[in-house]
């Protein structure tokens, strides 16, 4: 018992005075990041939101340890990043953190059942083993009977439900999803941000990126970024 209420006691994303800053001390210096403090708890859905240019697309590079800060302290789960090497690092974003991008990202001549378990090719799991997870996968975002299809027979939103099994097949605690409708109809996109709160109920952390205040409202705490500073939004209901 004491176990578990230390688990639900540690962030699973803290970041503190966490910076970034390109062409540092030249004319072309950019601050991407400017000390950013952010925690985010075990089954939260959070939107991160600001237009181009604010910093929302670096700081989820730096949350999903594809870039690192020029300075500050960034802890996934406890752990300090910075204290891991390319391997652990490798580790940390395959067990840890599922990415959903805008684009899907699907490979075109596989199926939807093969662009799923793709990453447990790298995990070395064993075929049969990889297989019966991807299906499960896409069952559990309604796709099931898709499994065989390539991503060219599916819609929009179907293909977008492939990327969501895809994150998911590692069994992450987070899910980082970059403006994950964007490429879609209102109607579908609806359908995703649905099963994204399916998602965190049943226990995932989601931090969406988007720029788009209507797709943030469904989300349960908002963060504004301006400048490269992270401001939470007051919720009034």
């Known amino acids: 018992m004491n176990a578990q209420a230390d688990v639900a006691a540690v962030p699973v994303i803290e970041t503190r005075g966490l910076s970034k800053v390109y062409a540092a001390g030249t004319e072309a210096e950019v601050v991407a990041l400017n000390h950013v403090d952010l925690r985010i708890w075990h089954g939260d859905f959070v939107a991160i939101m600001g237009p181009s240019g604010s910093g929302k697309s670096t700081l989820m590079n730096m949350v999903g340890c594809l870039d690192t800060p020029t300075a500050g302290v960034y802890l996934c789960d406890g752990v300090d990043v ?27 001549r596989m199926s939807a ?15 049969a083993e990889r297989n019966r997870l991807a299906h499960e996968a896409l069952q559990a975002v309604g796709l099931g009977e898709r499994a ?44 995703i941000l649905a099963l994204f709160k399916r998602l965190r109920d049943e226990g995932h952390t989601v931090v969406l990126i988007t720029h788009d205040a209507e797709v943030a409202e469904h989300a349960d705490r908002i963060f504004v970024m301006r400048d490269g500073g992270l401001h939470e939004e007051e919720r009034t209901s």
């Open 148 to 191: 065989s299809h390539r991503p060219s027979e599916l819609s929009g939103g179907q293909q977008q439900r492939v990327a969501i099994a895809r994150a998911l097949i590692n069994r992450p605690p987070i899910l980082l999803a970059d403006e994950p409708t964007g490429a879609l109809d209102s109607k579908t996109g609806e359908e």
């Open 82 to 108: 910075s204290t891991l090497d390319r391997e652990q690092l490798a580790a940390l974003r395959r067990d840890k953190i599922g990415f959903v991008f805008q684009g899907f990202n699907l490979l075109p």
């Open 113 to 127: 059942q093969d662009n799923v378990a793709m990453p447990l090719g790298y995990a070395q799991v064993p075929p």
